[in-house]
Each structure stands twice: as C-alpha cells, then as structure tokens.
C-alpha cells in the first residue's frame, strides 16, 4: 500500500470543496479507483477512471488524472457532513479489470458544519 | 448489482485458536478472490489472491502456513487464520473483480485475538 501516496488528512467546511490527491507508481495501471470507507465499515466504490481519459465528472465528484506525473484527484463539491470518511485511492495491477488493486495510504476528510 | 458476502463481520477469539472468514459472492461466479489486511488507521494491503480449484497466490511476506486459503467453489473462499495470536487481530476483508471494471468487496470482519 505504500507505494500509493495520500496526503493523511483534510478538513474542510460543509459547502466547500474538498480535493484529495494521490500519487501512485505503476504507469501500466489500467483502471484508478476512489473508494470510500466509513468507520468499522467495508468499502464503497465512488468512482473509477480509465487511464486513457483526463476527467471524469460523476455528479459532486470529479476526478483529474495526470498520467504523466501519475497523480490521481479526487474533488468533491458542496461537500457534506456525511461525507466524513476515510478515501482511498487505488491502482489496479495485473492488466485490465483483474482488481488487484493496491490502495494509497487513505485520505481522512473531516467536514465541519 | 453485484453482492459479496463476508462472515462473521466480528469474531473475537482466544489465542492459539483458529478462526475461519467466509466471502461470497451472491449473485455471480468469482473464479478470482482476493483477501485484504487493514491495520488500525492504515490502508488495505493485500494478502492473497484465492484462485478456484487452484492454490492461492499469496503475496510477499505473508504466511501462507498462517493463512490458509481455499476456493472451492466458484462462489465461496474461504481465510482460515490459523494458531491465531493479538498480533493477528485486525480488519480483514475480500472482494472480487465484477464483470467490468468495478470490485465488490464484502463487509469486511474484524478479528480480535485475545
């Protein structure tokens, strides 16, 4: 998992926008994911993106990729109390949808009201 | 859409013990598996890849004496943390590939040794 960076964590206000960065390793990756995890509980698929695309726009969330520098973001708009979890970013190894995934280090959000 | 099943979601036991976690997947055939650790307030890190009707794949450093792993059906894999220790306490957790891009985790089980 360390090979998948993530800043530890960030704390916003309700209605502002959040933005979590990851920084991974393998430039083969094939698919980036954005889970979520909220406390004692699994994990929630937010979203993904193809390594072949820029953006991706998924109603409050969007994500940027930056294959050359191999950063991954995560913005979240309007953001909400409910909101408050723990984000991993991840990577999939072994080729096209296989999901082995190898997870950042997770992004805790904490948004205020 | 597609469902993984994890249990027990907790299971506190006593040392020395051997505790076994079922994964599912309900409504589709996983022939792939695959058994993630979390340490507190760490990211997932994955233990095994469980193959059906093959020996699991396990990565670097775990044990695979430690942590048996058996696929032998095209739904169920199952962990089997052995002579378990406090050491092994923590947050496990499956998921399979779907049909596409998208992996289905289960719920995750939390294993306390004591």
């Known amino acids: 998992g360390e090979d998948v960076e993530q800043s530890l964590f960030l704390s916003v206000r309700e209605g502002d926008s959040s933005v979590i960065n990851c920084t991974y390793t393998?430039?083969?990756?094939?698919?980036l994911y954005w889970y979520k995890q909220e406390p004692g509980a699994g994990l929630q698929l937010l979203t993904y993106i193809f390594s072949n695309m820029d953006m991706k726009q998924d109603q409050r969330l969007t994500v940027l990729l930056n294959k050359k520098d191999k950063h991954l973001s995560l913005r979240i708009a309007d953001t909400q109390t409910g909101d408050s979890a723990i984000y991993f970013c991840?990577?999939?190894?072994?080729?096209?949808?296989?999901?082995?995934?190898?997870f950042g280090t997770g992004t805790l959000l904490a948004v205020q009201p | 859409g597609a469902v993984v099943s994890q249990h027990p979601s907790r299971v506190i036991c006593k040392s020395g013990t051997s505790v076994k976690i079922e994964c599912r997947s309900l409504d589709f055939q996983a022939t792939t598996m695959f058994w993630y650790r979390q340490f507190p307030k760490k990211s997932l890190m994955l233990m095994a890849t469980s193959n059906e009707g093959s020996k699991a794949t396990y990565e670097q450093g775990v044990e695979k004496d430690k942590f048996l792993i058996n696929h032998a059906s095209l739904t169920l894999s199952t962990l089997t943390v052995t002579s378990a220790h406090p050491e092994d306490s923590s947050f496990y957790i499956c998921?399979?590939?779907?049909?596409?891009?998208?992996?289905?985790f289960g719920q995750g089980t939390r294993l306390t040794v004591v």
């Open positions: 991840a990577e999939s190894r072994g080729g096209g949808a296989t999901n082995k995934l190898i």
């Open positions: 393998d430039s083969s990756s094939t698919y």
């Open positions: 998921s399979a590939p779907g049909r596409n891009t998208e992996a289905f």
